[in-house]
């Protein structure tokens, strides 16, 4: 019996055989299958410390446990030589074994962007106690909400007629992946440390960031498994962490059917429209490439048929874990 011929007949066992039919070990074996989202590594999190607790997720079938920790940054418009040198300490301070990844998201979620904007704006304080009057005759306050309306339309459609022109959020993420055992005290505190000096040199190259939290990474991770909230506003769908279950699970909506083709991952929830998520690799990399130059790779401004119509993700790490070899390390 094929694998589908057994699936069709746990669930469509009256129209093939009886019902005892049915073996115990198929159905212990599919109920045991993990969920798309155990690809994912995210176990734990270590709220004292600020780590995450990972594995090499459900799929994987090598013990042990290891550290994470991760970082956002505001996206970088221009580069020079004295960023790049000091952005490549980065490699160099990480014992073997560390794995660092850089990732670039641009979402349509620009209104809480623009949330604070308009939370900015100066209030007539001699008729600030007249509630929604006030803020209806403020001009200020009009004005505010007329451009917040007309920057959401960007997120969805093109802003000129002419080329693609679409309003995104960036938001730049270092996720460094450490070898060490987090019920080791000594291995702990190397990871602390790791996580100290990523933040020293981030504000050496005028990149200062802040530390993610378990919320953080949910609600980051869980656009690329729900594209419900990618379309829409992720603020009605927050995940709020639940210290009971391990990361990887919370991500998991039981209501949204996957399918991962030879390319792409398709997506959809009942009654809702099929989504898909295409993936892209490098086929043949430069041979020489500046930091400065990394920002064409979210569009062209002037070449229409270079223009992103989508929100997306570029991902970049090393080929191989940073090992001790001095010339793995240039």
Avoid at 7 to 16: A, I, S
Avoid at 25 to 44: C, S
Avoid at 190 to 205: D, G, N, V
Wanted: hydrophobic content about 35%; overall charge negative; proline content about 6%.
């Amino acid at each position: 019996m094929s694998f589908l011929e057994a699936v069709k007949t746990v669930f469509y066992g009256e129209r093939f055989e009886p019902a005892d039919a049915v073996q115990r070990n198929l159905l212990e074996r599919i109920a045991t299958l993990p969920r798309l989202t155990g690809i994912l590594p995210y176990l734990g999190w270590m709220g004292d410390e600020g780590m995450y607790v990972l594995d090499q997720g459900a799929f994987g079938d090598k013990p042990g446990l290891s550290m994470g920790f991760c970082i956002e940054t505001v996206p970088q418009t221009g580069s020079n030589e004295e960023m790049e040198r000091v952005l490549a300490s980065l490699f160099m301070s990480c014992p073997a074994g560390t794995g660092i990844q850089i990732s670039l998201y641009a979402s349509r979620h620009i209104l809480p962007s623009l949330r604070e904007q308009a939370n900015m704006l100066p209030v007539d304080e001699a008729r600030s106690g007249e509630g929604e009057s006030n803020r209806n005759r403020n001009i200020y306050r009009v004005l505010g909400r007329r451009r917040i309306d007309h920057y959401l339309k960007g997120a969805g459609k093109s802003l000129f007629s002419h080329h693609v022109y679409l309003l995104r959020d960036y938001r730049c993420v270092i996720a460094i992946s450490t070898p060490l055992d987090p019920e080791s005290p000594a291995d702990v505190e190397e990871a602390i440390r790791i996580k100290e000096s990523t933040h020293a040199t981030l504000r050496s190259a005028h990149m200062p960031g802040w530390d993610w939290g378990p919320e953080s990474l949910l609600n980051y991770v869980a656009d690329f498994f729900d594209h419900e909230r990618v379309l829409g506003q992720p603020a009605e769908r927050h995940i709020e962490y639940d210290s009971s279950r391990s990361l990887r699970s919370q991500l998991s909506n039981p209501e949204i059917a996957s399918a991962v083709a030879d390319t792409f991952i398709k997506y959809r929830k009942e009654g809702g429209a099929e989504t898909a998520m295409q993936c892209f690799s490098v086929r043949q990399y430069p041979k020489y490439y500046r930091l400065g130059n990394m920002g064409s790779l979210i569009g062209d401004y002037y070449q229409m048929a270079l223009a992103i119509p989508c929100p997306f993700l570029i991902t970049m790490g090393p080929s191989s874990w940073i090992t001790n070899r001095p010339e793995a390390r240039r």
